[in-house]
């Protein structure tokens, strides 16, 4: 028995020096010395599905967008978040789950707890009804969703593996209490950071898609497009620029990913919160390192690419107040467009401007109802308004 015992050990022992020398060992320190153990073997066992090289999270770029080619950047992605599942699982946080290897959506996990029905701030008032409303549709691979033991949706994103880079030193000053406690700076709320596997992760509330809101009123947009405004132009004033804006805009209310579903009224009333996200493209200026810092390299060039990306983000919505209560507004959104133009206006100008334009709005233009839901840049025309509003359910009031 001793002899059989001798022999299976050697043989095991050889099996680990053979794969060994086929794939060297790498050790994850991760915690204590156990951790450190499981998740070096569990990375091995793996194949190493993730390193600290931040090319981890891009391996395929294809400007043909080649679809066998997306296919492996989406296994590449899936595989990357399976593997880390335990761990953030061990945090507290619950992965969602795509249901097949290359599959972009993702949903909650069969194992999470409920969500919760009524959740306030920093969360995202709550929308969805069914497992499928939940559904989070993403090409970034560095951003997962997830849902906490308490039943709360949150998204986590790997940020950085250095302290240096640009993204994270801005998302750290940002969320220092100087900017936390001015009411101006919209920005996504960090519940967590997580450093693991060489990255940092932030954790976010998950709030939702401004596309699946729909507005009923003129105050609505008023109220929009300055609080866009105001945070563009509050960055600004601190030195930094988004630089990205884009699609890069959410709101406090999760409606759910069902496309086809009609838009949602009352959502964007006074109670409404918007914030900006992913910092990926910050440029601002480092005290510290005495240079312009961030993808432009350019904090002119940034804040004016801000201004233009304000006004293309919002012209089709917020012109559906009308020339006849704002007759200056198109000259405003259309002097914003050009970042080559010399009087293109600051962000401060912008929300100077717009705000002295909205000072002669009444109580009653306010709440007027919105006739047009869309408006044609190319040719000035309107979309009408013809199908009924459909109100959410509803819901207490944030406070």
């Not at 990913?257 to 996200?277: D, H, T, V």
Request: some cysteine.
């Amino acid at each position: 028995m001793t002899s059989k015992l001798v022999v299976a050990t050697s043989s095991l022992g050889a099996l680990v020096v053979i794969a060994a020398a086929f794939r060297p060992p790498r050790i994850v320190k991760i915690g204590g010395f156990w951790c450190s153990v499981y998740w070096s073997f569990r990375s091995w066992a793996w194949n190493y599905p993730i390193s600290s090289d931040e090319s981890v999270w891009e391996p395929y770029n294809d400007p043909d967008c080649n679809p066998r080619t997306l296919v492996k950047f989406f296994e590449h992605r899936n595989r990357i978040w399976d593997f880390m599942r335990p761990f953030f699982a061990s945090r507290g946080y619950d992965l969602y789950v795509a249901r097949c290897s290359a599959e972009l959506e993702q949903y909650p996990s069969p194992t999470s707890v409920e969500p919760q029905k009524a959740p306030s701030y920093p969360y995202a008032r709550q929308f969805c009804n069914l497992n499928e409303d939940f559904m989070f549709h993403t090409i970034k691979p560095r951003a997962w969703a997830a849902r906490d033991r308490r039943g709360y949706e949150v998204v986590i994103k790997a940020i950085s593996n250095e302290d240096a880079t640009p993204e994270l030193r801005a998302l750290r000053f940002l969320q220092s209490n100087e900017i936390l406690d001015d009411p101006r700076a919209r920005i996504i709320p960090i519940l967590d950071w997580i450093d693991a596997f060489g990255h940092t992760f932030i954790v976010m509330p998950r709030w939702g898609d401004l596309e699946r809101a729909d507005f009923v009123t003129v105050g609505e947009l008023v109220r929009y497009f300055h609080d866009l405004a105001e945070t563009v132009a509050f960055l600004h004033s601190k030195g930094i620029s988004h630089s990205d804006i884009g699609m890069n805009v959410v709101m406090d209310a999760q409606t759910g990913g069902q496309f086809s579903a009609p838009k949602l009224a009352g959502l964007r009333g006074p109670e409404c919160r918007y914030a900006l996200i992913d910092f990926g493209c910050a440029t601002f200026y480092s005290e510290d390192d005495g240079k312009v810092l961030g993808w432009r390299g350019s904090l002119e060039a940034s804040f004016k690419a801000d201004v233009s990306w304000l006004s293309w983000l919002t012209i089709s919505r917020v012109m559906c107040i009308g020339s006849d209560l704002l007759p200056d507004l198109e000259a405003l959104l259309r002097a914003m467009e050009d970042v080559d133009s010399p009087t293109q206006p600051t962000s401060a100008d912008v929300l100077q401007r717009f705000d002295a334009m909205c000072a002669t709005l009444t109580t009653s233009d306010m709440e007027k109802p919105l006739s047009a839901v869309f408006w044609n840049e190319h040719d000035g025309t309107y979309r009408m308004r013809t199908k009924d509003i459909v109100y959410a359910p509803p819901y207490p009031p944030t406070s």
